[in-house]
T-cell receptor, first 115, second 115 residues
Framework: DSGVTQTPKHLITATGQRVTLRCSPRSGDLSVYWYQQSLDQGLQFLIQYYNGEERAKGNILERFSAQQFPDLHSELNLSSLELGDSALYFC??????????????FGEGSRLTVL | AQSVTQLGSHVSVSEGALVLLRCNYSSSVPPYLFWYVQYPNQGLQLLLKYTSAATLVKGINGFEAEFKKSETSFHLTKPSAHMSDAAEYFCAVRTLSGSARQLTFGSGTQLTVLP
């Protein structure tokens, strides 16, 4: 158990819809990362938050957005969903800041299926 | 920019045989390198990490990796494969983007262990 909690574990929805994925980081971790894993794209970095502020952006679509709340949990919002958005979405956390060697602790993922 | 390349998307070994999973890195700064393992329907779990200390790094489950600057490699090895080692393995490099630190992953290597 990594200490990172993601909900829901599975989600099935239709094209055009909007979903929200939730992540609770390990206790004490200030940084939250979102990754997308798909068969054709592999593991892609989407976005990072540190203590409530956006720190870095990767290959995140404009239809996607995220935020980190004062209690440090994070949500990833996916809108106008397309078939190609079907993937496993991982949240990871780390201590963050200068003490961060880069080691990430991953949740078990949220599997999104868009029909 | 930092990146890693994993050679071989699928590797098969017999139980008891040597496991060798290859990873080469590209980095303009001294790299921090990681190996993660992903078991079916689970999140990624850290196997080991290199953070510029000893070049031979020992990890969990009997795995180890050697950092070779001259070859820009960080290959993962295990002397004797076990059936439970069957999983997907990811090499990753810490990526620096301003003050942000994140991991950039390779495309993964699926390890199959044959009885």
């Amino acid at each position: 158990d990594s200490g990172v909690t993601q909900t829901p574990k599975h989600l099935i929805t239709a094209t055009g819809q909007r979903v929200t994925l939730r992540c609770s980081p390990r206790s004490g971790d200030l940084s939250v990362y979102w990754y997308q894993q798909s068969l054709d794209q592999g593991l892609q970095f989407l976005i990072q938050y540190y203590n409530g502020e956006e720190r870095a952006k990767g290959n995140i679509l404009e239809r996607f957005s995220a935020q980190q709340f004062p209690d440090l949990h994070s949500e990833l919002n996916l809108s106008s969903l397309e078939l190609g958005d079907s993937a496993l979405y991982f949240c990871a956390s780390s201590i963050g800041g200068g003490a961060n060697t880069g080691e990430l602790f991953f949740g078990e993922g949220s599997r999104l299926t868009v029909l | 920019a930092q990146s890693v390349t994993q050679l071989g998307s699928h590797v098969s070994v017999s139980e008891g045989a040597l496991v060798l999973l290859r990873c080469n890195y590209s980095s303009s700064v001294p790299p921090y390198l990681f190996w993660y393992v992903q078991y079916p329907n689970q999140g990624l779990q850290l196997l080991l990490k290199y953070t510029s200390a000893a070049t031979l790094v020992k990890g969990i489950n009997g795995f180890e990796a050697e950092f070779k600057k001259s070859e820009t490699s960080f290959h993962l090895t295990k002397p004797s494969a076990h059936m439970s080692d069957a999983a997907e393995y990811f090499c990753a490099v810490r990526t620096l983007s301003g003050s942000a630190r994140q991991l950039t992953f390779g495309s993964g290597t699926q390890l199959t262990v044959l009885p």
